[in-house]
């Protein structure tokens, strides 16, 4: 037992200590994906550190009969795996406004939400990253926006670095 505990020890301690490569200091791009319509978001990436990024983006929808605007802002890990592949994880949350009507019936409101993310990128060596992550967000103050309090978020990113 006492061997399974240090290898465990020893392998997350070789993960956190992992040389990063150097992110870029700042990527604008898209970042296009589904979670309830929110198809496409505008995406901004700050490196802080070598391994440590700021990202916000501004997503929105515009349906027949559901207009939204969503800020998101997350504090972002980052991990080289091999030449210009990442993966990387973060925190974060955000706030949005929405609005309905259809057929009479008009309603808006506005909600925040708590979300994590981690993603895989790669950084080509033009100023080009393409990305592909996940973000489970948990909603509150969502009324009748959402059936639940879940939006689990899937979304490819193309980003210019500079």
């Keep these: 037992m006492k061997k399974l505990f240090l290898s465990a020890f020893m392998l997350a301690g070789m993960a956190f200590s992992m040389q990063a490569q150097e992110i870029s200091k700042n ?10 319509g929110f198809g496409g978001e505008i995406s901004y990436q700050r490196g802080l550190s070598s391994n440590n990024r700021l990202e916000v983006d501004l997503g929105w929808r515009d349906s027949n009969h559901v ?4 800020l998101t802002g997350l504090y972002q890990w980052v991990w080289n795996i091999e030449g210009g592949f990442n993966w990387y ?7 949005g ?20 993310d981690i993603g ?10 393409l990305s592909l992550d996940f973000r489970p967000e948990l909603y509150f103050n969502h009324d009748e926006f959402r059936d639940n309090s879940f939006g689990p978020d899937i979304a490819l990113g193309i980003r210019y670095t500079f």
Aim: glycine share 18%; proline share 2%; no cysteine.
């Design 89 to 95: 994880a973060g925190v974060g949350g955000g706030l």
């Design 120 to 129: 895989i990128e790669y950084k080509f060596d033009i100023p080009l990253m």
């Design 27 to 36: 990527a604008l791009g898209l970042r296009l994906g589904d979670n309830d």
């Design 67 to 70: 207009d939204a605007i969503k």
């Design 97 to 116: 406004t929405w609005s309905y009507d259809y057929r009479g019936a008009d309603d808006s409101g506005t909600f925040f939400f708590v979300a994590g």
